[in-house]
């Protein structure tokens, strides 16, 4: 192939960039960069519980709504390794990162602006308050969706790289700036979720509730404006007082004006043809791991108020009041998520390593989502012992507070396994680039298709498959379970084994494989 030629010509491959050599920043600085994590999962809290309900109400079916999601993994496959490529040959006197990372957050304001006033939008140019489907408010709401999503890989991307560089290719300092990255994800998750379940955060912004603006939406509207300035305000903290060092060196300036004739993607192909053994087998864990886990990210609300509260989109309360309820489920989530990222060495430790770790968590998803089969069960039976009672009416009732209770646990102690897949693999990632002399955005770019590849298959597959079933989450649940244990049988008996007296996350990632 000519870009292998070329490539061989450069003597310089795509994963042997030699970056400048960096000493490590102060802890400070790395938490201040970290920080920014909360910001962008704020928003992305406020998506996974909020926004499959409001594009129903918008009149988007259900069958239908997971097709929206599309935008989130096709921009993160498209968006990130190109971001990482030019972030990692960014010669900008601002940096290589910052750039990115300031003008995703102003993409971030924008499409806040356009999801939050989508049903506004659309009444002015033509949708009628009483209709069940509004295209123009959905298509406006699409559009702002695409932007948020590809902002927001536009700032986690070289978050994470920025992060990688501040470490200075101190192992440590990487396993400790993922850990960071991922609790202030946890405080981005909490601050979102615990806005969502709150029912009167339009109070705050009064003109937020208009004629095409019921009430959920305009609590929804006024969640994005807090998100929206909380993000502003991390990022400006962060981009102002940490400041990057010139880069990148002499060396690899010559290699990059080799490689000039080189498309983005053609980098991409040949970095995961030069992948070792052990980061295959990452790259497949890592996918069956995001198979498990996206169709309850995408439906864990929509789950509560249907299957376990028993409510119906548009008619009645019980819905809505389910959906406020998986907010809170998410935000106790978020919150264990939180504890386990800083916990996250004593885990290895206690696990005896990275690989007995996430392969023992990976089990343990797939018990969670294999027990919504018995919650909804347990939340079925409930209301018929109800109606057949007759205690209810002809009004349905909530669930029993154990299965309430039950619920809530679940999503509680899904924080566990959570926190091990916003951590491990990146961390690895990022320290097998350091150790390789790969940029760290083209790496974080390849690991990236783990992630999205995978969420690509779900959103297409599990709106057609769930309406199989009569609309129901449980088929995607299941499917998911199954990835979960096939993700940790990977893990057990694929995952490289470093040497037996490795203690910490450190240790085991910047050991050698064998």
């Not at 995001?290 to 309850?296: E, G, H, L, N, Y």
């Amino acid at each position: 192939m000519e870009v292998d030629a070329e490539v061989k010509n450069s003597r310089v491959s795509s994963l042997e960039l030699q970056q400048p050599p960096l000493t490590a920043e102060p802890l400070e600085k790395i938490i201040l960069v970290a920080a920014i994590a909360a910001g962008v999962q704020f928003a992305w809290a406020l998506q996974l519980s909020l926004l499959t309900p409001y594009v129903q109400l918008l009149g988007v079916p259900h069958r239908w709504a997971a097709f929206i999601w599309l935008c989130g993994p096709i921009s993160g496959m498209l968006v990130q390794p190109i971001v990482g490529y030019y972030s990692d040959n960014c010669i900008s006197r601002f940096g290589r990162r910052r750039p990115f990372i300031a003008a995703g957050s102003a993409l971030v304001a924008v499409a806040v602006f356009l999801i939050g006033f989508a049903a506004d939008l659309g009444h002015a140019a033509g949708d009628h308050i009483g209709e069940t489907v509004k295209p123009r408010a959905i298509t406006v709401f699409v559009v702002g969706f695409w932007i948020l999503d590809v902002a927001s890989n536009m700032l986690q991307g070289p978050c994470r790289a920025f992060l990688a560089d501040l470490s200075g290719g101190s192992a440590s300092k990487m396993s400790a700036a993922n850990a960071l990255y991922s609790f202030f994800m946890a405080v981005g998750n909490v601050l979102g979720y615990a806005a969502g379940a709150y029912t009167h955060l339009y109070k705050i912004f009064p003109f937020s509730k208009t004629k095409a603006c019921d009430l959920y939406c305009a609590n929804l509207k006024s969640c994005f404006f807090i998100s929206v300035a909380l993000l502003l305000s991390l990022t400006t903290l962060a981009l102002i007082i940490v400041r990057e060092k010139k880069t990148p060196n002499i060396s690899s300036l010559e290699a990059a004006k080799k490689r000039k004739n080189i498309p983005v993607f053609g980098e991409l192909l040949v970095a995961l043809k030069e992948l070792p053994r052990p980061m295959w087998i990452l790259l497949l864990v890592t996918c069956l791991n995001w198979i498990a886990w996206f169709p309850f990210l995408l439906f864990d609300t929509d789950w509560m108020g249907k299957e376990v509260y028993g409510g119906k989109v548009g008619e009645g309360k019980l819905y809505d009041l389910g959906v406020r309820t998986g907010a809170l489920g998410l935000m106790l989530n978020s919150v264990v998520l939180g504890f386990t990222s800083l916990g996250m060495q004593f885990l290895v430790h206690y696990f005896g390593g990275v690989k007995n770790l996430w392969g023992g968590v990976n089990f343990l998803l797939a018990f969670c989502l294999g027990m919504t089969l018995w919650i909804t069960k347990l939340a079925e039976s409930s209301r018929r012992g109800i109606a057949t009672n007759g205690s209810a009416g002809a009004t349905l009732q909530p669930p029993l507070v154990g299965v309430k209770v039950g619920a809530l646990a679940l999503f509680a102690v899904l924080g566990i396994p959570q926190a091990i897949t916003y951590s491990i693999p990146f961390a690895w990632a990022s320290i097998f680039s350091s150790n390789s002399g790969a940029g760290q955005g083209l790496s974080l770019g390849v690991l990236n298709l783990a992630i999205v590849i995978p969420q690509m298959m779900v959103s297409v597959a599990s709106g057609p498959w769930d309406a199989i079933f009569g609309g129901s989450n449980l088929p995607a649940f299941v499917a998911g379970a199954v990835a979960a244990a096939a993700s940790g049988v990977v893990a057990l008996t694929m995952l490289p084994s470093p040497h037996s007296d490795v203690s910490s996350v450190n240790d085991i990632c910047t050991d050698r494989f064998h």
